[in-house]
């Protein structure tokens, strides 16, 4: 059957895509990348800075979210703790598969690659930015597909589940007619777009691993990532 997006699907969409467009990293901060030398210590400063700022940047973007705000305000932290992680994985593999045109791309594997992180780590990390660059995503499902990853339910300590699951849904509902009507020649393409995001949770695991063997080196975070993870 004909697949149409109503009028306030396409509403959701555009408010989503702009709260997503409006909210980046700043140039000034996003261009260090390219300037500052290499050493494992400066590309780990580098890549907190980085994560720093974007977990600022997610904040915002989540709040323009349609919805969000009128969830419980406990349940709004753990949702954002619960998917920093993820999002952040969305955001940088958008930056490394090439979907900007700002020349960061190399300069940010290199500096991902020799940061100290462990081998079991990047092998992972680096076959997810893989299988998301191989989708091509578009920016509208880019955008999308952040919210759908924040409005996971079933992260800890959620009161109110069916709340967060019904925004989920709604978001869920409008990006399987944009993969339908932007992808028709591949109608698994929804379904492949799912499946990111289980890979994803899977990196949250590593991730975890990640942070627990930088802090037995004692390294630093900053305070904003010690309370989004609950480290030190
Ligand atoms: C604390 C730090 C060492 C760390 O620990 N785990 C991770 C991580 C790593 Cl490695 C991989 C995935 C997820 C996490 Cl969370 C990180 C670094 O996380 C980040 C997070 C976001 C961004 C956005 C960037 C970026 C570049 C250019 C342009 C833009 C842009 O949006 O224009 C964004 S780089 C960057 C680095």
Known sequence: EKVKITKEQQALVKSIVDAYNKHQIPQDVTKKLLQEQYSAEENFLLLTEMATNQVQVLVEFTKNIPGFLSLDREDQIALLKGSAVEAMFLRSAQVLSKRMPNGHTEVL?????????????????????????????????????????ILTPDRPYVKDYQAVERLQETMLDVLRKLCVLQHPQDPQYFARLLGRLTELRTLNHYHAEMLTSWRMNDQKFTPLLCEIWDVQ
Do not use: C, H, W
Request: hydrophobic share 35%; charged share 25%.
């Open 109 to 149: 594997k290199e500096r991902v690659r020799n940061s100290g992180m462990s081998e079991e780590f990047m092998t992972p990390m680096f076959n997810f930015y893989k299988s998301i660059d191989e989708l091509q995503i578009g920016q509208e499902e880019q955008a999308l597909l952040t919210a759908v990853t």
